[in-house]
């Protein structure tokens, strides 16, 4: 059996091979790549990679300082997944400017995902280069285009949506505006530092609400509308490392800061 498109999960992988006592192959390519670059070997018994390369292509990383990501990393080579093959496309049709950007003067394709290589040569995917990344349906969500939209509510000062091909779903981690913030807290009877710590339902409900109603008036489909979110007073910065100098949210460092928050609602989620 051949699985591909979006990862499964090891879990998953690891029960559906003790269910069908076949072997299961995990395949990894793009539509750039008319088809799979990587695919596991039947005899490795690892489960969460993505294989080795395939015998007509050569694979090398490339640093992402940024992130980072280096392949001097300890205890395995860190970067974004390069690939170069006679299967790789020659470029997009009449955007010379998109085919300049994916595909460097040595003909590697840059894929944008993360990747660390094992000591038995095979490649675990762990994070994108680029803000966007896909759901376990295998639906890519671009999660800037999301923020901007979700900012427009007076309710909310900053927003992250998060996301990864193990979840169904996307999420968001809110930094609620202090004046409206403090406005609804007195309207309603609440205390503002109650609400965070509580995670108010009161709250959080006229924060999907707002979401909700942007989501529709944009046309976003239901996977771009977050389904659980966390509320937190601790606004996006350069002092504290979540923001660049040039007020770019630092998704990767952000991710770190709020794993805790992010396993916690996703564990919620399958309750």
């Known amino acids: 059996m051949i699985t591909a ?6 879990d998953v992988l690891e029960f559906i091979k003790a269910c069908f006592g076949c072997p299961i192959i995990e395949a990894y390519g793009l539509s750039e790549s008319n088809g799979a670059v990587t695919a596991t070997d039947i005899r490795d018994p690892i489960s969460g990679t993505v294989g080795g390369p395939l015998r007509h292509c050569a694979i090398r990383l490339k640093d992402l300082p940024d992130m980072e990501y280096r392949v001097t ?4 080579p860190r970067g974004e997944v390069c690939v170069r093959s006679p299967c790789i496309t020659t470029g997009y049709f009449m955007r010379p400017d998109l085919t300049a950007a994916a595909i460097d003067d040595q003909g590697y394709l840059h894929t944008g ?7 038995n040569g095979s490649i675990k995917i762990i994070d ?5 990344f896909k759901l376990s349906q295998g639906e890519y969500i671009a999660p800037e285009k999301l923020e901007n939209i979700f900012i427009q509510s007076n309710f909310i000062a900053q927003v992250m949506v998060h996301g990864d091909s193990l979840q169904n779903c996307c999420i968001a981690i809110v ?13 309603n009877g609440k205390q503002i530092d ?22 529709t008036a944009s ?12 509320l937190t007073n ?10 660049t100098p040039t007020f770019k949210l630092k998704r990767n460092v952000a991710k770190k800061a709020f794993q805790a928050q992010i396993a916690q609602i996703y564990a919620s989620l399958a309750d």
Not at 194 to 215: G, H, M, P, R, T
Not at 219 to 230: A, D, F, M, R, T
């Open 5 to 10: 498109s979006a990862p499964l999960s090891r």
């Open 73 to 76: 990393d300890q205890p395995y």
């Open 113 to 119: 995902d993360v990747g660390e290589i094992l000591p």
């Open 128 to 132: 994108r280069s680029k803000n966007i």
């Open 175 to 187: 930094v609620p505006d202090k004046e409206v913030l403090a406005k609804w807290a007195s309207e």
């Open 194 to 215: 109650n609400i965070f710590q509580s995670q108010d339902a009161d709250f959080k409900k006229v924060i999907f609400d707002e979401i909700y109603a942007l989501a």
């Open 219 to 230: 046309k976003l489909n239901s996977l771009e509308k977050p389904k659980g979110l966390y």
């Open 234 to 243: 601790e606004e996006f910065s350069t002092e504290n490392d979540l923001m």
